[in-house]
């Protein structure tokens, strides 16, 4: 039983689900360790999509739940296997650098591919939960919510991260030294 939405948010709520339940299988997929040598190109296209519907969330006017308290959905997924999954598939290549607030402040800062991608994950499950019980408001609300605070520019670092090293390994190195930077990925300390 779904509840109504105005304005034809159905087709939001339904699309936003859609490509929420494609980014987790990717991850999935990903972190399993099954889809290493598709691993960039997956992850490009699962951000990338993810980005879009992000964006449109953004961009539109802001989704308010008739109750103004949160029902309860049940505990936080435990997302624990899929970030030390992307960790190890990630080697030496999860840290990256950034910078902390691009309008604000010039400042550099430490990044992980594995940290943001299962942090954006658990932004996006507590919506995907309220979509589940159908209450598609409250899950077009929090990912709205969460895209603004939190998932949208965690999703577009890993998105730029992950579209640069596609292009590093395609465009930068001949074949010996792409084998040589895997290597060194494979066997690097974690």
């Not at 951000?47 to 029902?71: K, T």
Request: charged share 25%; hydrophobic share 45%.
């Amino acid at each position: 039983m779904s509840e109504p939405i105005d304005d034809g948010w159905d087709d939001l709520a339904q699309e936003m689900h859609r490509e929420v339940e494609t980014y987790f299988a990717s991850l999935e997929e990903v972190s399993s360790g099954g889809a290493a040598e598709s691993a960039l190109p997956l992850l490009l296209l699962s951000l990338g999509q993810l980005c879009a519907s992000g964006a449109r969330l953004g961009a539109m006017v802001d989704v308010v739940p008739e109750e103004r308290f949160e029902p309860d959905v049940g505990p936080d997924p435990d997302l624990e296997r899929v970030r030390d999954g992307l960790h190890q598939l990630l080697g030496g290549l999860d840290a990256y650098c950034d910078l902390e607030d691009p309008v604000l402040s010039g400042e550099v800062s430490e990044g992980s591919l594995s940290e943001d991608l299962v942090a954006v994950a658990a932004d996006l499950s507590n919506g995907h939960r309220h979509y589940l019980t159908g209450r598609v408001t409250e899950a077009l609300w929090w990912w709205q919510f969460s895209y603004l605070s939190s998932w949208g520019e965690r999703a577009a670092s890993a998105l730029r991260v992950v579209l640069a090293l596609l292009s590093h390994v395609r465009l930068d190195a001949d074949d010996e030294q792409v084998m040589e930077a895997e290597m060194a990925a494979l066997h690097a300390v974690t």
